[in-house]
């Protein structure tokens, strides 16, 4: 059973820092994509940031220049580092992975979630 486990957010004024982190475990035989969704109260769910095993990243708009991704390949862990924070900021960010196992296709499996608030 593969098992997306998130850590590192909390609450934090505006212009400050966070790190988040995901370790994917499990019976993985390959893992593609790697990144992270935010979901705000009363919206969608949007991608935040991805980045390939190859290294390539793609970010939303809105973040560019002050989120940045990385990840161990070996260790089939993903990071997401948080500068200049702002308040719009503040939503429940999911790890994502595009992997498979040794017991199935190519899927997608997401972390239970963690909290990130930025007061203003």
């Known amino acids: 059973q593969v098992q997306l486990v998130e850590s590192g957010g909390g609450l934090v004024q505006a212009g400050g820092s966070l790190r988040l982190s995901c370790a994917a475990s499990?019976?993985?035989?390959?893992?593609?994509?790697m990144g992270w969704y935010r979901q705000a109260p009363g919206k969608q769910r949007e991608l935040v940031a991805q980045?390939?095993?190859?290294?390539?990243?793609n970010f939303v708009d809105s973040v560019k220049g002050r989120f940045t991704i990385s990840r161990d390949n070996a260790e089939n862990t993903v990071y997401l580092q948080m500068n200049s924070l702002k308040p719009e900021d503040t939503a429940v960010y999911y790890c994502?992975?595009?992997?498979?196992?040794?017991?199935?296709?190519?899927?997608?499996?997401w972390g239970q979630g963690t909290q990130v608030t930025v007061s203003s």
């Open positions: 994502h992975a595009f992997l498979r196992s040794w017991n199935t296709g190519f899927r997608d499996y």
């Open positions: 499990g019976r993985i035989f390959s893992v593609n994509t």
């Open positions: 980045i390939t095993s190859g290294g390539s990243t």
